[in-house]
């Protein structure tokens, strides 16, 4: 049941000349819009599983395939960084810890208030979960970038130093200049990617869990605003 559902119902029974809300119709009600808000994020939270599952093959497929495929086609002698690969394993790693930690956390909560909990209890527990979980995303797009950035630069500069040496110039009699517009054209580039990413990731964090936050947020305010009596909950 919808938040405005709940009003519309709510007012149609306190207009209604000699009917009230009885204290198990209130609960059976809140019971059932809660219900529905977890099962909707239940389902979001398998549905975020398989993103992630996507991103990291896609993620371990550019590292180990598809980036050395590219520069063996250009040259041999051009490679993946160390460095840059265990980053990338590193960022990859952070990733699913997070969403595996918050996966775990919520079902925990989940488990326990779906015996001992009231609502309010239950609603606050979760709120809280997904408010950690939105702070640990953010966590890990800053580091994501960070990867997204470092990988980037090092290729930046290892093309730069590729086409000198194809072009017969020694990397310590490159034009200042070159140097310049390079870097100037990369912070450009890498700007359009990480804010690219930023708002993708954003935007998906939304769609699956932040919509489902406002409102089980709204709907503690609606308990706490509407019901005074605590064995109605």
Known sequence: MDI??????WSQYSSAEGKELDKETIREMLRGRTKSLIEKIERNIRIGFFIILALIVLFVADDFIISP??????SEELNVPGW???????T???IIATFIVFTIKYYQVKKECDVVCNLPGTLKKII????LYHRMFYYVIFILLISTATGFIAGLFKGMEYSAQIS???SDQIQPIQVVITILVGLVVLGLISLGLFFLFRWGFNRLYGNYLKQLQVTLAELNE????????
């Open 4 to 9: 405005n559902d709940l009003k519309k119902v």
């Open 226 to 233: 509407k019901i005074e009596d605590p064995e109605v909950i």
């Open 168 to 170: 017969g110039i020694p």
């Open 69 to 74: 495929f590219i520069l063996n086609g250009i």
């Open 92 to 94: 990859n790693i952070v």
């Open 128 to 131: 809280h979960i997904l408010k």
């Open 84 to 90: 840059v690969l265990f980053l990338d394993i590193f």
